[in-house]
């Protein structure tokens, strides 16, 4: 009999693509246009690296910066998601969204207007061209990501990743349970046999509130509470050198389903 077949569905930022550079960049000039003032140098992106991890969306971003402009020796290391949530708070929904349409209209204008210097700010992942060729030998592989899909193309292609356009679900609105739906309604597979790939423990929750198996990449932006926190609600951490070892990896987490009747 035929074995079932099981969908991975990857995120693109923090799982496949580091968009670090871009979106620091992009964060910045919005940040300027609302009346602020970080400036563009290695130290600071450094900064806004280690406080990425506990923005929930772009509008976060705001907040990143806000308390880099407040304190360039802060320490979010230290920091809990719960004094970060409050900051956002305190800095408002309407201020949040705003700040979102002006990274994403930076963001949309640099791709087209210069799509070579918009390609350099960001890069795939080393080990993850690899990594989704071996997926792609038995597997289904998607992309579930927030970021627009035009701009996905363009990067997939760059890095020489083949993932076709039809396997990434992308948009803000759906929500990744959204698009963990679509993805098991494109690969013909039930909700519990598509496995979520994310960075964001946030994500990976609403991953298994509908069904679906859920893995933390390791390599992208989380904290070490929120990893640890991962473990402990039953989310593998995966790594991608161990991606096919014997422990509890993505490859044993596909196993264990695969053996499911």
Known sequence: MEKPRVAIAL???GVIGDSIGDTFAQSVLAFREMGGSVPFTRTMEKLF?????FAKDAGGYYTILRLIQENQGINFKRMAQERFDAEVEKDGVAKGRQFDRLVTSHRL??????????IALQRIFPGVKRLIRNLQENYAVFIASAKGKKLIVQLLKEGGI??????????ASKGKAGHIKKIAQMAGVPVSRVI????SLGFLREAKKIGAEA????????????RKQAKREGIPLVRIPRVFG?????WSRISKMRRRK
């Open 196 to 199: 979520l790939v994310d960075d």
């Open 49 to 53: 690296r280690a406080g990425k991890p």
């Open 109 to 118: 204008d640099l791709a087209a207007r210069e799509p070579e210097k918009w």
């Open 162 to 171: 083949n993932i076709p356009g039809q396997n990434i679900v992308s948009g």
């Open 246 to 250: 014997r422990s509890i990896t993505l």
């Open 11 to 13: 995120d693109f930022d």
């Open 215 to 226: 893995a933390m990449a390791r390599w992208g932006y989380s904290t070490r509470a929120q």
